[in-house]
Every structure is written in structure tokens, then in C-alpha cells.
């Protein structure tokens, strides 16, 4: 069965510093996808990025970051010079096959406070 | 541009009451999912429809659960006679199935929070 670690529980820095979201996963499958998902305090699940177990290309969208790692099992979230709307708590998830489709294996979440 | 909605947002219900949930998917997604997230932890998955037919379901939705998607487009999730374990924040998503693709990207609704007294 897939596994998502995100052994950070919370993670507390000051504005405009660069923080580094780690995760972690485990599975047997060899095509597979990672999510990374933000939920702010209203409780929506925001779609931040998903990639391919066959590219391993970093991903770059503005102050966010992402390093695929398949040697490590590792997909880590990085924001530079972070701001206040960033507070947030991240989930990375991994794909598990469903009949014709995929379901989503959450990690257990990283609680993100800027403070300013 | 209409993201996935859910209805009610907030529900408090007494234990033995039984409570109904209704998610509207992004229109023209023809994939729909109901997942459970209790508090400080990450979203579970319950059940899976593609169009009207329910092809999955966890072993988490117990017989009390019952999700229904008519007509391949709104659905409704009921729990029966509530208990106090089955509080928690309940998440819809769609997608669309994308040729070309092995799988495809869930969009998430606001959640309706259950608390059950």
C-alpha cells in the first residue's frame, strides 16, 4: 500500500525567509503521481502541483519550488522569501490505482506559520 | 468559473440523527470523490464515482454510509444513526478523465464540517 510522510508537524519562520516543506514516500507501483495540496484556515484543498513518477525535473512557479527525488522516494515544497499568505497547512499525496482512476494517499500534513 | 461546491458547510447533529451531505462537482467532470479528514490529520479516501456508477468504496465507509451520484452529476453522502467518531471534515473533489492520461487532477470543494453531540 502507498505511504506519504511528512514528518514535519509544524514549521514556524519569519517573513521573507526560505522554508523547505519535506515528503516522503513509499510504493511498489512504478508509474505513479505526486500532489502537493495547500489548506488554508477555510478548509479548501487548493491544487499546488502535480508531477509524473517518470519526470524528475524540477519545478519552479514563482517563489515555489519543488525537488522530485526518486533515488530518495522524496518530492520536497520549498517557498522563498516567504509571506504571510503563506500560512497554511501543505499535504503532499501520492496516487494508489482505483478501478479506472486514482485515489489520493495524504500525508498526515505540515502546518506552515509565517510570522511577520 | 464554478469550483466544486458542498452544502452545508457546517452541520451539528445529535448522536442517533441522521445527516445528509451534498457536493457539486466542477460541471462536465465526470469523476467524483468523497473523502473523510478528522482533525490534524490528512484527508482519507471514502468512495469513488466515475458518471453515476460507484466503483469504489474503503473499507472505512461502513453500512451506516451511503453516497449516491444521480444522473452522473450532483451526489449525496448520508450517514445513519451518527456517532460521535464520525465527526470530522467531509471533502468532495472531481476530475475529468483526460485521454492520454493515467490519472488526473482532483479539485477539491470547501468541505462540510459534521460535529455530532
Not at chain 1, 99 to 115: P, S
Request: glycine share 6%; net charge neutral.
Amino acid at each position: 500500500a502507498q505511504k506519504v510522510t511528512q514528518a514535519q508537524t509544524e514549521i514556524s519562520v519569519v517573513e521573507k525567509e526560505d522554508v523547505t516543506l519535506d515528503c516522503v514516500y513509499e510504493t511498489r507501483d512504478t508509474t505513479y503521481y505526486l500532489f502537493w495540496y495547500k489548506q488554508p484556515p477555510s478548509g479548501e484543498l487548493v491544487f499546488l502541483i502535480r508531477r509524473n513518477s517518470f519526470d524528475e525535473q524540477n519545478e519552479i512557479s514563482g517563489r515555489y519550488s519543488w525537488n522530485f527525488q526518486k533515488s530518495t522516494s522524496s518530492f520536497n515544497f520549498t517557498i522563498t522569501a516567504s509571506q504571510v499568505v503563506d500560512s497554511a497547512v501543505y499535504f503532499c499525496a501520492l496516487s494508489e490505482p482505483l478501478q479506472g482512476a486514482q485515489k489520493l494517499v495524504f500525508g498526515q500534513g505540515t502546518r506552515l506559520t509565517i510570522n511577520p | 468559473d464554478t469550483g466544486v461546491s458542498q452544502d452545508p458547510r457546517h452541520k451539528i447533529t445529535k448522536r442517533g440523527q441522521n445527516v445528509t451531505f451534498r457536493c457539486d462537482p466542477i460541471s462536465e467532470h465526470n469523476r467524483l470523490y468523497w473523502y473523510r479528514q478528522t482533525l490534524g490529520q490528512g484527508p482519507e479516501f471514502l468512495t469513488y464515482f466515475q458518471n453515476e456508477a460507484q466503483l469504489e468504496k474503503s473499507r472505512l465507509l461502513s453500512d451506516r454510509f451511503s453516497a449516491e451520484r444521480p444522473k452522473g452529476s450532483f451526489s449525496t453522502l448520508e450517514i445513519q444513526r451518527t456517532e460521535q467518531g464520525d465527526s470530522a471534515m467531509y471533502l468532495c473533489a472531481s476530475s475529468q478523465r483526460l485521454s492520454g492520461y493515467s490519472t488526473d487532477t482532483q479539485y477539491f470543494g470547501p468541505g462540510t464540517r459534521l460535529t455530532v453531540l
